[in-house]
T-cell receptor, first 114, second 114 residues
Framework: DAGVIQSPRHEVTEMGQEVTLRCKPI?????LFWYRQTMMRGLELLIY????????DSGMPEDRFSAKMPNASFSTLKIQPSEPRDSAVYFC????????????FGSGTQLSVL | DAKTTQPNSMESNEEEPVHLPCNHS???????IHWYRQLPSQGPEYVIH???SNVNNRMASLAIAEDRKSSTLILHRATLRDAAVYYC???????????????FGTGTRLQVTL
């Protein structure tokens, strides 16, 4: 299995632009998680899905952030408009079930908003 | 949520055993103890988990105190590739509502030297 696949690996954009991060979970996994990592705040859970349905988005920082999971093999995290403080590494993770024992993480997307 | 306390950093010599401590004095009876690690420029990686008994796998061993208020991750022979941040996390796997919130603390940064 290729593992959790995230794209792009790096994204550099200007303030005010729309940014879309993509994630392909491991086949057969029915739970998907989006995390953000910064030096100041560490790893934060933004939102998670179970069977393509958003379960808890309380970690999403603002209305500028939105996430979708149109099918079991694809999810997006969108920031519109982006701001410099959104600069971080964004990780996607998947597991077999919400309370599954292991989360498998992708390699992350390094986002820089200038 | 029950919290964990870990030292900020530890050092080890290569091929020596490493004992990474974690305190979790407010652990509940249904909390599982999970360990993840994050290598430089990578997403977190599952290492091991346990409930009451000591656990072994190909990566590490987990020793859990009898009162469960502390645990120790044991790397039997550290290598340079084990240099990472190690996170000790409590997860209530019987509660699907909150179990998904894999909440990362600051972890222990392990340095391995020749």
């Amino acid at each position: 299995d290729a593992g959790v696949i995230q794209s792009p690996r790096h994204e550099v954009t200007e303030m005010g632009q729309e940014v879309t991060l993509r994630c392909k979970p491991i086949s057969g996994h029915n739970s998907l998680f989006w995390y953000r990592q910064t030096m100041m705040r560490g790893l934060e859970l933004l939102i998670y899905f179970n069977n393509n349905v958003p379960i808890d988005d309380s970690g999403m920082p603002e209305d500028r952030f939105s996430a979708k999971m149109p099918n079991a093999s694809f999810s997006t995290l969108k920031i519109q408009p982006s701001e410099p403080r959104d600069s971080a590494v964004y990780f996607c993770a998947s597991s077999f079930r919400v309370a599954g024992e292991k989360l498998f993480f992708g390699s992350g997307t390094q986002l820089s908003v200038l | 949520d029950a919290k964990t306390t870990q030292p900020n950093s530890m050092e080890s010599n290569e091929e020596e055993p490493v004992h990474l401590p974690c305190n979790h004095s407010t652990i509940s009876g249904t909390d599982y103890i999970h360990w993840y690690r994050q290598l430089p420029s990578q997403g977190p990686e599952y290492v091991i988990h346990g409930l009451t008994s000591n656990v072994n796998n190909r990566m590490a061993s987990l020793a859990i105190a009898e009162d469960r208020k502390s645990s120790t991750l044991i790397l039997h022979r550290a290598t340079l590739r084990d240099a990472a941040v190690y996170y000790c996390i409590l997860r209530d796997l019987r509660n699907t509502g909150t179990a998904s919130k894999l909440t990362f603390g600051t972890g222990t940064r392990l340095q391995v030297t020749l």
